[in-house]
């Protein structure tokens, strides 16, 4: 009976899968969804098969872009996969397992390599790394060695109405007391002075915690030293935090949006007069409400104590060292992120902007030419921070449970400092001994 | 965790030969339960035991072994024992109010005469929702913190400034928001658990009570229901304090990575799937397990739950 044997072969590879359970370990992985792993076996047997994961892009038309230019690749059979919500969780198991990822986006930190996680990729980028931008091959390098290659780079701005601003006879905030004494004049019942995220910018949770660099850079502080000592624990940088506490007590800030600080229609909707929100949503904003914006840096700390700043973000294409096809998993960062300049123009410039990471290509890219698309290219050549990969996932979290309890119940600053500071040192110890 | 047990076959009672044995026809019963069981349940938990005495940074497989080094990490002050605060101050509030509301729904259900079942699966129906579904709901719609907000809406009517629930601090608005949607989820589960424990309260003890001149409100309920009533009352303190231990859904949807009110599990999500700390995960895991065992037989042993009556 055919039905029968279908069912057995069913309940066979439910097995095998059980029993691959027990070989590999990716029990935690087996929670992931079931579109990659064991479906991608047939078809076409003479190409290989790519499973490629994306995290969402808020921007309309862009996941049907990663689709097509999959499709345009003839070297392999590309599967798309693209994931709403929590991707670093989804992430982070797929990598433990046989079924996760070959190609994924996302950025290296020195734990995925030190695990052997990750493969390194200056091969492919070897004759063209003189065309990236010297805070991009930072964020890439671990140990002297690339294992992403930059698909987008990123950056926050602070958006402003200039119709709201002149009303209230203000100007764009240079400082952090301007910017809260800004936020203050602009508050009204229902329009907020400034929206930064519904966690005031400091809990990494969905894409939250977006002001965790800026509360440091602006100050003239970073995570860690350029010797990998904890940065944070400074005096500028508590003083820093006490600003934000400020800022989050003046009651002037946006809390409990239907939408976050990574998307735009809080400001464009009217329900903050600034927003602190990335260069993406530009095009959005454009269209909303058309020339009545600008965007100034995240504003120093003050005329004589630091500088503005904003984070050099965005995504890498990096491979899985489980991957089935390492070279062609190679080949296809290759083809796509290095070489093929058109499809790098249309996903970083057609539907939210960022910045091409090919700086040749940024260069000529005529959208970020005028207006506050080139302000805010200005701002990221002058201001932005790269990423460091010595930072580790651990030592954030610790960063940040001290941030959100300074700035949103209020918490000992430096108690909440030091519990943050011994944490990041024990990690540094386990890594660098 | 699992309680649930593999049931002894039953021993020469009836049926008997129609399988050719016993023997067979249990495992054939058994079997496919059991091995689920074992793949899915018991493997994974001696993983963690295992896993939770390694380092596990980045990986799942055993090695690189740190004694109780994780253990060690996590029973000190930190945020793990601030999330167990967290638990015990989510439980002070859920599981008295479930207990009582669920209660008193049940008591007037139980006396009403018209549209029963009507109002019976009313009360029920919210169970069958998805608690990521409903805190999105609560988040999105009903606790959002700005004008066109449900609470705020109403509470506009009053001349009441918008009040970010989800974020603020001081008062802790945060617990209302956290509170109420999971009293909604579950208060109806528990009402149908009352309603047969005060179906199974034979009427004549009443009839009695009644004859004895006992007051037909406080005193029959102190004094009869209420006594009737202890072993489901036992069962739902305990699926009540269990699931106040296990509460993630509505924390990570509505608060994220919060470390001002994060529950166990929340912190343990973060710190494997996040971190990729899967050692210090894995601990923390089994921490809670052993946890709500011991919680488990103590009540047992206190109220006597599950000895037959």
Redesign the interface.
């Given at each position: 009976m055919e039905e029968r044997g279908i069912e057995r072969r069913q309940v066979l590879r439910g097995l095998g899968l059980g029993a691959a359970g027990l070989a590999a370990g990716p029990l935690l992985a087996a929670c992931g969804e079931g579109s990659s792993g064991l479906s991608n076996s047939g078809g076409d047997g003479s190409k290989a098969a790519l499973n490629v994961w994306y995290h969402q892009y808020g921007e309309a038309g862009t996941q049907q872009a990663v689709e097509r230019y999959a499709k345009e690749y003839d070297k392999a059979a590309v599967k798309v996969q693209w994931t709403p919500g929590d991707y670093t969780s989804k992430l982070n198991s797929g990598l433990l397992s046989t079924s996760g990822p070959d190609v994924f986006e996302s950025t290296p930190n020195i734990d995925q390599v030190k695990s052997g996680q990750i493969v390194p990729l200056d091969d492919i980028i070897a004759d063209v790394k003189s065309d990236y931008t010297e805070a991009d091959i930072k964020s890439s390098t671990v140990d002297g060695k690339i294992y992403m290659i930059k698909m987008v780079d990123d950056m926050g701005v602070l958006y402003y109405r200039k119709s709201l601003l002149a009303k209230a006879g203000i100007k764009p905030p240079t400082t952090i007391d301007e910017l809260i004494a800004a936020s203050k004049a602009l508050n009204t019942k229902d329009q907020k002075g400034l929206f930064i995220g519904n966690d005031a910018g400091v809990t990494p949770a969905f894409g939250g915690g977006s002001l965790l660099g800026q509360i440091l850079w602006s100050v003239g502080s970073d995570y860690l030293t350029a010797d990998n000592k904890p940065g944070f624990t400074s005096a500028e940088a508590k003083q820093s935090f006490a600003k934000m506490r400020e800022l989050f007590n003046s009651k002037s800030i946006l809390l409990g949006s239907p939408t976050d600080w990574w998307d735009p229609s809080s400001f464009t909707q009217g329900l903050a007069a600034m927003q602190w929100c990335g260069l993406w949503a530009m095009p959005g904003i454009q269209k909303a409400v058309g020339d009545d914006f600008g965007v100034v840096p995240w504003p120093a700390f003050s005329a004589s104590v630091g500088k503005p700043s904003t984070f050099a973000g965005g995504w890498g294409a990096m491979v899985s060292a489980k991957a089935k096809n390492v070279d062609a998993a190679k080949a296809y960062i290759k083809w796509l992120w290095i070489e093929n300049v058109k499809n790098q123009e249309d996903f970083n410039l057609s539907y939210g902007f960022h910045v091409p990471p090919r700086k040749s290509l940024a260069a000529k890219a005529s959208k970020l030419q005028s207006g506050p698309a080139a302000d805010a290219l200005k701002i990221f050549n002058d201001y932005a921070v790269a990423g460091n990969p010595a930072w580790t996932p651990k030592m954030n979290s610790a960063y940040a449970d001290a941030a959100t309890a300074i700035v949103r119940k209020g918490a000992d600053i430096d108690a909440s400092i030091a519990t943050a500071e011994k944490a990041v040192n024990a990690e540094l110890k386990r890594l660098y001994g | 965790m699992a309680t649930t047990e593999v049931a002894a076959p039953p021993r020469g009672s009836r049926g008997r030969g129609r399988i050719g044995g016993v023997a067979p026809a249990f495992w054939l019963f058994v079997g496919p339960f059991l091995a689920g069981l074992v793949?899915f349940v018991y493997?994974?938990i001696i993983?963690s035991v295992i896993l939770s005495f390694s380092r596990g940074?980045?990986?799942?497989?055993p090695g690189d072994w740190v004694g109780l080094d994780n253990y060690i990490d996590l029973l000190k002050p930190?945020?793990f024992l601030d999330s167990l605060v967290t638990f015990t101050v989510f439980a002070a509030f859920i599981v008295p109010l479930t207990f009582a509301l669920a209660l008193g729904l049940a008591m007037l259900l139980n006396r009403i005469r018209f549209m029963r079942t009507f109002f019976r699966s009313v009360f029920f129906l919210p169970t069958a929702c998805s608690y990521v579904v409903a805190s999105l709901v609560w988040k999105?719609s009903i606790?959002?913190?700005?004008?066109f907000?449900l609470a705020n809406t109403v509470l506009g009517w009053f001349g009441v400034?918008?009040?970010?629930?989800?974020?603020?601090?001081?008062p802790p608005w945060y617990w209302l928001v956290i509170v109420t949607v999971r009293l909604w989820l579950q208060l109806g589960f528990y009402m149908i658990l009352f309603i047969a424990g005060l179906q199974r309260i034979p009427r004549d003890l009443y009839e009695a009570a009644d004859v004895d001149g006992a007051g037909r409100g406080w005193q029959t309920f102190r004094y009869i229901t209420f006594p009737q009533l202890r072993p489901t009352s036992v069962a739902v303190l305990l699926l009540l304090l269990i699931n106040a231990y296990q509460a993630f859904d509505e924390f990570f949807n509505l608060l994220?990575?919060?470390?001002?009110a994060r529950p166990p599990l929340v912190y343990l999500?973060?710190?494997?799937?996040?971190?990729?700390?899967?050692g210090h995960g894995t601990a923390g895991a089994v921490i809670l397990a052993l946890l709500i065992m011991i919680v488990t037989l103590a009540q047992g042993r206190i109220f006597g739950f599950g000895r037959a009556e």
């Open positions: - | 793949i493997v994974p993983w940074q980045n990986t799942v497989t930190g945020p999105l606790f959002n913190g700005v004008r907000g400034d918008n009040i970010a629930w989800l974020a603020t601090t001081d994220g990575n919060s470390s001002f999500y973060y710190t494997a799937q996040g971190n990729q700390d899967y």
